[in-house]
Protein backbone atom coordinates (compact mmCIF):
# COMPACT_ATOMS: atom_id res chain seq x y z
CA UNK A 1 0.00 0.00 0.00
CA UNK A 2 1.65 3.11 -1.13
CA UNK A 3 1.61 5.96 1.39
CA UNK A 4 1.19 9.66 0.10
CA UNK A 5 2.51 13.24 0.90
CA UNK A 6 -0.20 16.26 1.83
CA UNK A 7 0.14 17.28 -1.78
CA UNK A 8 -0.07 13.72 -3.24
CA UNK A 9 -3.13 13.77 -1.33
CA UNK A 10 -4.27 16.88 -2.49
CA UNK A 11 -3.36 15.41 -6.38
CA UNK A 12 -5.08 12.47 -5.95
CA UNK A 13 -8.35 14.33 -4.79
CA UNK A 14 -8.27 16.38 -7.86
CA UNK A 15 -7.31 13.33 -10.18
CA UNK A 16 -10.60 11.41 -8.65
CA UNK A 17 -12.61 14.51 -9.24
CA UNK A 18 -11.74 15.13 -12.90
CA UNK A 19 -11.47 11.09 -13.82
CA UNK A 20 -14.33 9.63 -11.98
CA UNK A 21 -15.65 11.92 -12.64
CA UNK A 22 -17.07 13.50 -9.60
CA UNK A 23 -17.70 16.56 -8.13
CA UNK A 24 -16.03 18.21 -4.90
CA UNK A 25 -18.70 18.69 -3.09
CA UNK A 26 -19.71 14.93 -3.47
CA UNK A 27 -16.92 13.48 -2.87
CA UNK A 28 -16.84 15.29 0.37
CA UNK A 29 -20.06 13.85 1.05
CA UNK A 30 -18.90 10.60 0.76
CA UNK A 31 -16.24 11.10 3.03
CA UNK A 32 -18.51 12.55 5.31
CA UNK A 33 -21.12 9.91 5.17
CA UNK A 34 -18.06 7.57 5.92
CA UNK A 35 -17.16 9.75 9.17
CA UNK A 36 -20.48 9.81 10.63
CA UNK A 37 -20.96 5.17 10.01
CA UNK A 38 -17.75 5.45 11.85
CA UNK A 39 -18.81 7.43 14.67
CA UNK A 40 -22.50 6.04 15.17
CA UNK A 41 -20.61 2.49 15.42
CA UNK A 42 -18.73 3.90 18.61
CA UNK A 43 -20.59 6.33 19.89
CA UNK A 44 -24.48 6.38 21.68
CA UNK A 45 -26.82 8.59 20.16
CA UNK A 46 -27.49 9.85 23.27
CA UNK A 47 -24.18 11.51 23.55
CA UNK A 48 -23.72 15.24 23.09
CA UNK A 49 -21.22 16.54 20.42
CA UNK A 50 -19.45 19.67 19.64
CA UNK A 51 -18.12 20.17 16.18
CA UNK A 52 -15.43 22.18 15.73
CA UNK A 53 -14.64 23.32 11.89
CA UNK A 54 -12.21 25.13 10.40
CA UNK A 55 -12.29 27.34 7.02
CA UNK A 56 -10.94 24.77 4.48
CA UNK A 57 -12.54 21.31 3.38
CA UNK A 58 -11.34 19.82 7.00
CA UNK A 59 -13.66 22.27 8.46
CA UNK A 60 -16.18 21.47 5.19
CA UNK A 61 -16.05 17.60 6.43
CA UNK A 62 -16.62 18.62 9.45
CA UNK A 63 -19.59 20.62 8.80
CA UNK A 64 -21.11 17.79 6.68
CA UNK A 65 -20.18 15.35 9.41
CA UNK A 66 -22.53 17.32 12.09
CA UNK A 67 -25.56 17.50 9.61
CA UNK A 68 -25.37 13.79 9.13
CA UNK A 69 -25.27 13.38 12.55
CA UNK A 70 -28.08 15.57 13.59
CA UNK A 71 -30.18 13.37 10.93
CA UNK A 72 -29.48 10.62 12.58
CA UNK A 73 -30.75 11.94 16.29
CA UNK A 74 -27.67 13.26 17.60
CA UNK A 75 -27.77 16.05 19.60
CA UNK A 76 -24.84 18.41 17.66
CA UNK A 77 -23.11 22.06 18.90
CA UNK A 78 -20.86 23.46 15.63
CA UNK A 79 -18.58 25.90 15.60
CA UNK A 80 -17.29 27.42 12.43
CA UNK A 81 -13.98 29.43 12.55
CA UNK A 82 -13.99 32.15 9.58
CA UNK A 83 -11.67 34.37 11.41
CA UNK A 84 -10.43 35.76 7.90
CA UNK A 85 -13.21 36.14 6.10
CA UNK A 86 -12.43 33.09 3.57
CA UNK A 87 -13.86 29.53 3.14
CA UNK A 88 -13.55 27.36 0.88
CA UNK A 89 -15.79 26.12 -1.57
CA UNK A 90 -16.43 23.05 -0.54
CA UNK A 91 -16.74 24.24 3.17
CA UNK A 92 -19.07 27.41 2.33
CA UNK A 93 -21.61 24.98 0.47
CA UNK A 94 -21.90 22.46 3.55
CA UNK A 95 -22.39 25.68 5.50
CA UNK A 96 -25.23 26.99 3.46
CA UNK A 97 -26.60 23.24 3.35
CA UNK A 98 -26.07 23.06 7.65
CA UNK A 99 -27.88 26.30 7.84
CA UNK A 100 -30.70 25.23 5.13
CA UNK A 101 -31.27 22.36 7.76
CA UNK A 102 -32.01 25.26 10.60
CA UNK A 103 -29.87 23.60 12.58
CA UNK A 104 -30.49 24.88 16.44
CA UNK A 105 -26.91 25.44 17.51
CA UNK A 106 -24.57 26.55 14.80
CA UNK A 107 -22.47 29.32 15.23
CA UNK A 108 -19.97 30.90 13.19
CA UNK A 109 -17.03 32.17 14.90
CA UNK A 110 -15.72 35.53 12.96
CA UNK A 111 -14.00 37.61 16.17
CA UNK A 112 -14.38 36.45 19.36
CA UNK A 113 -14.98 33.25 20.73
CA UNK A 114 -16.93 32.05 23.89
CA UNK A 115 -15.82 27.97 23.64
CA UNK A 116 -18.91 25.65 25.15
CA UNK A 117 -18.04 23.48 28.57
CA UNK A 118 -16.83 20.39 27.25
CA UNK A 119 -17.13 17.57 29.64
CA UNK A 120 -17.08 13.91 30.35
CA UNK A 121 -19.45 11.92 28.15
CA UNK A 122 -18.71 14.36 25.54
CA UNK A 123 -17.55 13.95 21.75
CA UNK A 124 -15.64 16.42 20.03
CA UNK A 125 -15.48 16.27 16.16
CA UNK A 126 -12.11 17.83 15.75
CA UNK A 127 -12.10 19.08 11.83
CA UNK A 128 -10.14 22.13 12.41
CA UNK A 129 -7.06 21.61 9.88
CA UNK A 130 -6.27 18.47 8.11
CA UNK A 131 -3.41 17.21 5.85
CA UNK A 132 -2.65 20.11 4.09
CA UNK A 133 -1.48 21.80 7.54
CA UNK A 134 2.13 23.44 6.90
CA UNK A 135 3.18 25.25 10.03
CA UNK A 136 2.62 25.28 13.35
CA UNK A 137 -0.77 26.39 14.88
CA UNK A 138 -0.82 29.83 17.01
CA UNK A 139 -2.75 32.07 18.11
CA UNK A 140 -6.44 31.56 18.92
CA UNK A 141 -6.78 28.19 17.27
CA UNK A 142 -3.62 27.12 19.69
CA UNK A 143 -5.56 28.35 22.69
CA UNK A 144 -8.66 25.95 21.44
CA UNK A 145 -6.80 23.06 20.92
CA UNK A 146 -4.99 23.40 24.58
CA UNK A 147 -8.40 24.25 25.57
CA UNK A 148 -10.18 21.19 24.48
CA UNK A 149 -7.49 18.80 25.19
CA UNK A 150 -7.62 19.94 28.99
CA UNK A 151 -11.56 18.89 29.09
CA UNK A 152 -12.27 14.97 30.02
CA UNK A 153 -14.56 14.81 26.65
CA UNK A 154 -13.63 12.48 24.08
CA UNK A 155 -12.45 13.49 20.33
CA UNK A 156 -12.39 12.31 17.02
CA UNK A 157 -10.52 13.88 14.82
CA UNK A 158 -11.24 13.69 10.61
CA UNK A 159 -8.03 13.15 8.76
CA UNK A 160 -5.60 13.89 11.16
CA UNK A 161 -5.86 15.23 14.69
CA UNK A 162 -5.86 19.15 14.09
CA UNK A 163 -1.87 20.89 14.38
CA UNK A 164 -0.18 17.62 13.62
CA UNK A 165 1.22 17.75 10.19
CA UNK A 166 1.40 15.06 7.54
CA UNK A 167 4.60 14.42 6.92
CA UNK A 168 7.49 16.16 9.33
CA UNK A 169 6.80 17.39 12.95
CA UNK A 170 10.47 18.07 13.92
CA UNK A 171 9.82 21.48 14.68
CA UNK A 172 6.81 21.73 14.96
CA UNK A 173 5.04 23.08 18.40
CA UNK A 174 3.52 19.61 19.93
CA UNK A 175 1.30 21.55 22.93
CA UNK A 176 -0.83 22.42 20.32
CA UNK A 177 -1.79 19.58 18.27
CA UNK A 178 -5.39 17.85 19.42
CA UNK A 179 -4.81 14.47 21.69
CA UNK A 180 -7.55 12.20 19.89
CA UNK A 181 -9.53 8.98 21.02
CA UNK A 182 -9.81 8.26 17.65
CA UNK A 183 -8.45 9.57 14.26
CA UNK A 184 -10.41 8.57 11.47
CA UNK A 185 -8.33 8.81 8.48
CA UNK A 186 -9.11 8.95 4.91
CA UNK A 187 -8.11 7.06 2.32
CA UNK A 188 -4.80 5.37 4.02
CA UNK A 189 -2.30 6.05 6.68
CA UNK A 190 -0.62 9.67 6.93
CA UNK A 191 3.49 9.08 7.49
CA UNK A 192 3.40 10.70 10.50
CA UNK A 193 1.16 8.41 11.57
CA UNK A 194 3.97 5.72 11.32
CA UNK A 195 5.98 7.65 14.30
CA UNK A 196 5.87 6.61 17.78
CA UNK A 197 6.24 9.97 19.06
CA UNK A 198 3.33 10.82 17.22
CA UNK A 199 0.91 8.03 19.17
CA UNK A 200 0.02 10.41 21.61
CA UNK A 201 -2.23 12.40 19.46
CA UNK A 202 -3.52 9.37 17.21
CA UNK A 203 -5.53 7.47 19.54
CA UNK A 204 -7.22 4.30 17.76
CA UNK A 205 -6.56 4.61 14.20
CA UNK A 206 -9.17 3.51 11.47
CA UNK A 207 -8.78 4.08 8.27
CA UNK A 208 -12.39 4.80 6.06
CA UNK A 209 -12.20 3.49 2.00
CA UNK A 210 -13.96 6.79 0.65
CA UNK A 211 -13.57 5.79 -2.99
CA UNK A 212 -9.89 7.54 -4.37
CA UNK A 213 -9.34 6.89 -7.73
CA UNK A 214 -7.20 3.17 -7.98
CA UNK A 215 -6.08 4.17 -11.24
CA UNK A 216 -4.74 7.60 -9.64
CA UNK A 217 -3.45 5.80 -7.19
CA UNK A 218 -0.79 3.42 -9.55
CA UNK A 219 -0.02 6.76 -11.37
CA UNK A 220 1.33 8.47 -8.07
CA UNK A 221 5.55 7.50 -7.66
CA UNK A 222 5.18 7.12 -3.91
CA UNK A 223 8.58 7.40 -2.03
CA UNK A 224 6.66 5.13 1.16
CA UNK A 225 4.75 2.24 1.15
CA UNK A 226 3.38 -0.26 3.86
CA UNK A 227 3.34 -3.85 3.60
CA UNK A 228 0.42 -5.66 3.64
CA UNK A 229 0.23 -9.66 3.26
CA UNK A 230 -0.34 -9.84 -0.46
CA UNK A 231 2.74 -7.75 -0.69
CA UNK A 232 4.81 -10.62 0.52
CA UNK A 233 3.34 -13.88 -0.46
CA UNK A 234 4.56 -13.51 -4.07
CA UNK A 235 8.03 -13.49 -2.81
CA UNK A 236 8.09 -16.97 -1.05
CA UNK A 237 10.50 -19.45 -2.33
CA UNK A 238 9.27 -22.73 -3.22
CA UNK A 239 10.96 -25.83 -2.11
CA UNK A 240 11.60 -28.28 -4.62
CA UNK A 241 10.42 -32.19 -3.73
CA UNK A 242 14.05 -33.57 -4.55
CA UNK A 243 16.12 -30.97 -2.38
CA UNK A 244 18.67 -31.63 -0.08
CA UNK A 245 20.33 -29.52 2.78
CA UNK A 246 23.42 -28.55 0.32
CA UNK A 247 20.71 -27.41 -2.15
CA UNK A 248 18.74 -25.13 0.38
CA UNK A 249 21.88 -22.51 1.39
CA UNK A 250 24.56 -22.68 4.02
CA UNK A 251 24.21 -19.69 6.04
CA UNK A 252 27.39 -18.38 8.86
CA UNK A 253 26.79 -16.91 11.83
CA UNK A 254 29.20 -14.87 14.12
CA UNK A 255 28.30 -14.42 17.04
CA UNK A 256 28.42 -14.49 20.84
CA UNK A 257 30.98 -13.16 23.44
CA UNK A 258 31.34 -15.34 26.67
CA UNK A 259 28.03 -14.48 28.60
CA UNK A 260 26.12 -13.18 25.71
CA UNK A 261 25.78 -17.25 24.59
CA UNK A 262 21.58 -16.56 24.23
CA UNK A 263 22.10 -14.06 21.76
CA UNK A 264 24.34 -16.95 19.06
CA UNK A 265 21.74 -19.38 20.57
CA UNK A 266 18.56 -17.47 19.11
CA UNK A 267 19.84 -16.01 15.86
CA UNK A 268 20.76 -19.03 15.25
CA UNK A 269 17.08 -21.42 16.12
CA UNK A 270 15.92 -18.30 13.80
CA UNK A 271 18.12 -19.02 11.27
CA UNK A 272 17.16 -22.31 10.70
CA UNK A 273 13.57 -22.17 11.10
CA UNK A 274 13.76 -19.76 8.31
CA UNK A 275 14.75 -22.39 5.98
CA UNK A 276 18.27 -22.86 5.30
CA UNK A 277 19.96 -26.20 5.02
CA UNK A 278 23.34 -25.81 6.89
CA UNK A 279 24.33 -23.27 9.62
CA UNK A 280 27.97 -22.58 10.99
CA UNK A 281 28.21 -20.27 13.85
CA UNK A 282 31.51 -19.20 14.81
CA UNK A 283 31.55 -18.32 18.42
CA UNK A 284 34.35 -18.25 21.18
CA UNK A 285 35.21 -21.48 22.84
CA UNK A 286 33.68 -21.11 25.89
CA UNK A 287 30.48 -21.20 24.22
CA UNK A 288 30.79 -23.80 22.50
CA UNK A 289 28.73 -26.69 25.44
CA UNK A 290 25.99 -23.88 25.15
CA UNK A 291 25.59 -23.90 21.89
CA UNK A 292 26.05 -28.20 21.44
CA UNK A 293 23.50 -28.16 23.93
CA UNK A 294 20.36 -25.69 22.78
CA UNK A 295 21.10 -25.76 19.06
CA UNK A 296 21.97 -29.55 17.94
CA UNK A 297 21.79 -28.94 14.43
CA UNK A 298 24.22 -26.10 14.20
CA UNK A 299 27.60 -27.08 13.33
CA UNK A 300 30.52 -25.22 15.51
CA UNK A 301 33.11 -23.02 14.27
CA UNK A 302 35.26 -22.28 17.60
CA UNK A 303 37.53 -18.91 17.85
CA UNK A 304 41.00 -19.42 19.55
CA UNK A 305 39.94 -17.40 21.92
CA UNK A 306 38.20 -18.04 24.72
CA UNK A 307 35.52 -15.33 25.26
CA UNK A 308 35.38 -13.06 22.12
CA UNK A 309 35.34 -13.37 18.55
CA UNK A 310 38.97 -12.50 17.23
CA UNK A 311 39.71 -13.48 13.85
CA UNK A 312 37.98 -12.88 10.69
CA UNK A 313 36.67 -16.35 8.70
CA UNK A 314 36.63 -17.62 5.18
CA UNK A 315 33.28 -17.24 3.57
CA UNK A 316 34.03 -18.92 0.19
CA UNK A 317 31.45 -21.64 1.14
CA UNK A 318 28.44 -19.81 2.54
CA UNK A 319 25.46 -17.98 0.79
CA UNK A 320 25.41 -15.71 3.55
CA UNK A 321 26.58 -14.46 6.61
CA UNK A 322 25.00 -12.64 9.65
CA UNK A 323 27.18 -10.94 12.37
CA UNK A 324 26.86 -8.99 15.69
CA UNK A 325 24.63 -10.37 17.86
CA UNK A 326 25.98 -10.56 21.44
CA UNK A 327 29.65 -9.89 20.00
CA UNK A 328 30.84 -7.13 22.31
CA UNK A 329 32.87 -4.29 21.32
CA UNK A 330 35.82 -4.42 22.65
CA UNK A 331 38.47 -3.00 20.25
CA UNK A 332 40.36 -6.30 19.08
CA UNK A 333 36.88 -7.97 18.21
CA UNK A 334 36.40 -4.64 16.38
CA UNK A 335 39.36 -5.24 14.02
CA UNK A 336 38.59 -8.69 13.55
CA UNK A 337 34.80 -7.39 12.26
CA UNK A 338 36.37 -5.02 9.97
CA UNK A 339 38.42 -7.55 8.33
CA UNK A 340 35.56 -10.28 8.23
CA UNK A 341 33.16 -7.28 6.51
CA UNK A 342 36.14 -6.85 4.13
CA UNK A 343 36.62 -10.54 3.30
CA UNK A 344 33.20 -11.43 3.24
CA UNK A 345 31.53 -11.19 -0.78
CA UNK A 346 28.30 -13.23 0.25
CA UNK A 347 25.16 -10.97 1.20
CA UNK A 348 25.50 -9.77 5.26
CA UNK A 349 23.76 -8.87 8.45
CA UNK A 350 24.88 -6.74 10.05
CA UNK A 351 23.32 -6.05 14.32
CA UNK A 352 23.86 -5.45 17.39
CA UNK A 353 27.17 -4.88 18.73
CA UNK A 354 28.65 -5.29 15.07
CA UNK A 355 26.58 -1.75 14.48
CA UNK A 356 27.80 -0.32 17.55
CA UNK A 357 31.12 -0.88 16.83
CA UNK A 358 30.69 0.62 12.92
CA UNK A 359 29.67 3.16 15.70
CA UNK A 360 32.61 3.82 17.60
CA UNK A 361 34.78 3.76 13.74
CA UNK A 362 33.25 6.09 11.58
CA UNK A 363 35.98 5.88 9.13
CA UNK A 364 34.95 2.32 8.74
CA UNK A 365 31.64 3.13 6.50
CA UNK A 366 33.70 3.83 3.08
CA UNK A 367 34.88 -0.30 3.36
CA UNK A 368 31.76 -1.53 3.81
CA UNK A 369 30.32 -3.93 1.01
CA UNK A 370 27.41 -2.92 -1.27
CA UNK A 371 24.33 -4.78 -0.29
CA UNK A 372 24.89 -4.66 3.48
CA UNK A 373 22.30 -4.78 5.50
CA UNK A 374 21.93 -3.05 8.83
CA UNK A 375 19.30 -3.64 11.43
CA UNK A 376 19.78 -1.13 13.98
CA UNK A 377 17.02 -0.17 16.79
CA UNK A 378 16.90 4.00 17.11
CA UNK A 379 19.08 3.86 19.85
CA UNK A 380 21.90 2.24 17.47
CA UNK A 381 21.12 4.49 15.04
CA UNK A 382 21.74 7.56 16.95
CA UNK A 383 24.90 6.14 18.06
CA UNK A 384 25.87 5.60 14.33
CA UNK A 385 24.54 9.23 13.06
CA UNK A 386 24.26 11.57 15.82
CA UNK A 387 20.99 12.05 18.35
CA UNK A 388 17.84 12.82 16.31
CA UNK A 389 15.34 15.07 17.86
CA UNK A 390 12.55 12.69 16.10
CA UNK A 391 11.78 9.73 13.78
CA UNK A 392 11.19 11.84 10.87
CA UNK A 393 14.68 13.07 11.49
CA UNK A 394 15.67 9.65 12.03
CA UNK A 395 14.30 7.85 9.28
CA UNK A 396 15.43 10.69 6.87
CA UNK A 397 18.77 10.00 7.99
CA UNK A 398 18.20 6.17 7.92
CA UNK A 399 17.14 6.91 3.96
CA UNK A 400 20.61 9.28 3.16
CA UNK A 401 22.81 6.11 4.66
CA UNK A 402 20.76 3.90 2.50
CA UNK A 403 21.97 5.66 -0.73
CA UNK A 404 25.39 6.80 0.72
CA UNK A 405 26.40 3.07 1.29
CA UNK A 406 24.33 1.39 -1.40
CA UNK A 407 22.78 -1.01 0.77
CA UNK A 408 20.12 -1.62 3.00
CA UNK A 409 18.94 -0.15 6.79
CA UNK A 410 16.26 -1.71 8.56
CA UNK A 411 15.12 0.83 11.42
CA UNK A 412 13.26 -1.35 14.04
CA UNK A 413 10.34 -0.23 15.78
CA UNK A 414 6.83 -0.41 15.74
CA UNK A 415 6.44 0.19 11.98
CA UNK A 416 9.87 -1.18 11.18
CA UNK A 417 11.25 0.69 8.02
CA UNK A 418 13.20 -0.72 5.71
CA UNK A 419 15.15 2.22 3.77
CA UNK A 420 16.43 0.71 0.39
CA UNK A 421 19.15 2.00 -2.15
CA UNK A 422 17.03 3.46 -4.34
CA UNK A 423 15.51 5.45 -1.60
CA UNK A 424 12.28 4.15 -1.38
CA UNK A 425 10.71 3.10 2.22
CA UNK A 426 9.14 0.44 3.49
CA UNK A 427 7.05 0.06 6.59
CA UNK A 428 6.29 -3.27 8.48
CA UNK A 429 2.54 -3.74 8.92
CA UNK A 430 3.14 -6.55 11.51
CA UNK A 431 4.29 -6.90 15.42
CA UNK A 432 3.12 -5.38 18.50
CA UNK A 433 4.62 -4.42 21.88
CA UNK A 434 4.86 -7.30 23.43
CA UNK A 435 7.79 -7.94 21.13
CA UNK A 436 9.63 -4.99 23.27
CA UNK A 437 12.03 -7.83 24.80
CA UNK A 438 15.34 -8.96 24.91
CA UNK A 439 16.28 -11.19 21.83
CA UNK A 440 14.01 -9.82 19.43
CA UNK A 441 16.66 -8.08 17.26
CA UNK A 442 18.86 -11.55 17.52
CA UNK A 443 15.92 -13.61 16.30
CA UNK A 444 15.31 -11.03 13.39
CA UNK A 445 18.77 -10.95 12.35
CA UNK A 446 18.24 -14.90 12.24
CA UNK A 447 15.45 -14.41 10.17
CA UNK A 448 17.04 -12.48 7.76
CA UNK A 449 20.66 -14.70 7.41
CA UNK A 450 18.18 -17.94 6.88
CA UNK A 451 16.31 -16.20 3.83
CA UNK A 452 19.73 -15.26 2.26
CA UNK A 453 21.07 -18.33 2.65
CA UNK A 454 18.19 -20.00 1.30
CA UNK A 455 18.20 -17.75 -1.72
CA UNK A 456 16.39 -15.01 -1.59
CA UNK A 457 17.53 -11.83 -2.82
CA UNK A 458 18.66 -9.13 -0.27
CA UNK A 459 15.40 -7.27 -0.75
CA UNK A 460 13.26 -10.03 -0.98
CA UNK A 461 14.70 -11.11 2.41
CA UNK A 462 14.25 -7.79 4.00
CA UNK A 463 10.63 -7.36 3.25
CA UNK A 464 9.93 -11.13 3.98
CA UNK A 465 11.79 -11.12 7.10
CA UNK A 466 10.91 -8.54 9.02
CA UNK A 467 6.91 -9.44 7.99
CA UNK A 468 7.28 -12.75 9.19
CA UNK A 469 9.23 -11.64 12.24
CA UNK A 470 6.29 -9.06 13.23
CA UNK A 471 3.62 -12.19 12.22
CA UNK A 472 5.32 -14.70 14.33
CA UNK A 473 4.62 -11.85 17.34
CA UNK A 474 1.64 -11.53 16.50
CA UNK A 475 0.58 -15.55 16.14
CA UNK A 476 2.28 -15.91 19.70
CA UNK A 477 0.67 -12.90 21.29
CA UNK A 478 -2.96 -14.15 20.44
CA UNK A 479 -2.19 -16.88 22.22
CA UNK A 480 0.24 -15.63 25.04
CA UNK A 481 -0.65 -12.32 25.42
CA UNK A 482 2.24 -9.05 25.42
CA UNK A 483 3.41 -9.19 29.01
CA UNK A 484 4.81 -12.99 28.67
CA UNK A 485 6.10 -13.17 25.28
CA UNK A 486 9.86 -13.56 25.09
CA UNK A 487 11.81 -13.74 22.03
CA UNK A 488 12.35 -17.56 21.78
CA UNK A 489 8.07 -17.39 21.83
CA UNK A 490 9.54 -15.94 18.03
CA UNK A 491 11.41 -18.63 17.11
CA UNK A 492 9.13 -21.03 18.41
CA UNK A 493 5.92 -19.64 16.10
CA UNK A 494 7.84 -18.78 13.18
CA UNK A 495 6.63 -22.00 11.74
CA UNK A 496 2.75 -21.12 11.72
CA UNK A 497 4.07 -17.69 10.65
CA UNK A 498 5.70 -19.58 7.13
CA UNK A 499 1.96 -21.08 7.19
CA UNK A 500 -0.25 -18.43 7.78
CA UNK A 501 1.55 -16.69 4.50
CA UNK A 502 1.55 -19.94 2.85
CA UNK A 503 -1.94 -20.72 3.39
CA UNK A 504 -3.76 -18.99 0.65
Same mark, same amino acid.
Given at each position: ?249 ? %??? !????? @? ?6 ? $??? #?? +? &? ?45 ? %??? !????? @? ?6 ? $??? #?? +? &? ?162
Amino acid at each position: MKIFTGVQIHELDKFTIENEPVKSIDLMERAAKALTDAIFRRWEVSVPVVVFAGPGNNGGDALAVSRLLQERGYVVQTYLFNISGHLSEDCAQNKKRLVEKKSKAFTEVTQEFDPPQLGEGMLVVDGLFGSGLNKPLSGGFASLVKYINASKAEVVSIDIPSGLMTEENTYNIRTNIIHATLTLTLGQRKLAMFFAENQQYLGDIQVLDIGLSREGMEKVDAQYTMLEENDVRPLLLSRNPFAHKGAMGQ %ALL !IAGSY @GMAGAAVL $AAK #AC +L &RSGTGKLTVHTPKKNVQILQVAVPEAILHIDREETQFNEPVDTDDYG %AMG !IGPGL @GTTEQTAI $AMI #AQ +L &RRTQCPIVCDADAINMLANHRAWFQQLPQGIILTPHPKEFDRLEGHCTDSFERLSKARELAESIQGYVMLKGHHSALCCPDGHIVFNSTGNAGMATAGSGDVLTGILLGLLARGYDRQSACIVGMYLHGLAGDLAVADLGEESLIASDLVNYLPKAFCKLRSK
